[in-house]
């Protein structure tokens, strides 16, 4: 399966984008891991994207396409947080369509803009393993101590108040006409984004099964 996980910044995405592609054995690309540690390891792309990433803008499209268009040689793969516009949309249907593939389902994660800034400004991420915490629903057992690693937890520059709110208006001027396109295409499916992660991927997962048959 080739499936899309579409959601605002905070959404969960990733954590159902993670836990879907364990579920189907399919790899999970994730444009947003792929530019940190570009960031991380200060390569040429890495110099180009922090600046964006660091206002809470989306890269352009020109670097997006070009990252992009090598990592879909897999027979599936779950897209977390690519497409985020319509001009990726529609180039992500070019590059599929050389190789005679498709996109099969669009996931969008519909969630509240409060939960938002919520979730994003009290999260905490280790430097190590990646784990996410949560200052009130996902505390480490140790302050500023990752559970799973040991390593030290930090706020991603891009989850500070005020570059919170740009990336959701960000994604609200882009999600409509997104939305509207795999709506056209029949291939959207909408998942409400509220509740914990077992919830959440409880419907997805029932929605999965409804959808195929
Ligand atoms: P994420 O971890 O998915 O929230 O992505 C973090 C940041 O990476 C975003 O705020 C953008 O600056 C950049 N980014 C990730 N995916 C894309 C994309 N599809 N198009 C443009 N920028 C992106």
């Known amino acids: 399966m080739k499936v899309i996980l579409f959601g605002a910044p905070g959404s969960g995405k ?8 364990d579920f189907l054995r399919v790899k999970r690309i994730s444009l947003g891991d792929i530019f940190r540690e570009e960031v991380k390891k200060g390569s040429d792309l890495g110099i180009q994207v922090k600046s964006f990433m660091d206002k809470g803008e989306l890269v352009p499209d020109e670097l997006v396409h070009r990252v992009i268009a090598q990592c879909l040689n897999d027979e599936n793969f779950i897209l977390d947080g ?40 009290k999260r ?12 009130e629903n996902m505390i480490p057992k140790e302050d500023n101590v990752c ?30 006409e997104l939305l509207a396109f795999y709506e056209q295409k029949g291939n959207l499916l909408k998942v409400d ?19 195929k048959h």
């Not at 590059?95 to 969008?108: E, F, H, Q, R, S």
């Not at 905490?124 to 200052?135: E, Q």
Request: glycine share 8%; net charge positive.
């Open 193 to 211: 984004g509220s509740g914990n992660k077992d919830n959440v991927f409880a419907r997805i997962k029932s929605n999965l099964s409804c959808s």
């Open 82 to 121: 690519y497409p985020r516009n319509l001009s990726q949309a529609q180039e992500l249907d070019v590059i599929l369509g050389k190789k005679g593939k498709a996109i099969d389902l669009c996931i969008y994660l519909d969630i509240d803009g409060q939960i938002i800034i919520d979730r994003l400004s």
């Open 147 to 176: 559970d799973v690693c040991q390593g030290e937890l930090f706020q991603r520059d891009d989850d500070k108040i005020d570059v919170i709110k740009k990336r959701w208006e960000v994604f609200i001027s882009r999600s409509q």
């Open 124 to 135: 905490r991420v280790c430097k190590k393993c990646g784990a996410n915490y949560h200052l």
């Open 14 to 21: 990733g954590t159902q984008a993670v836990m879907l592609s």
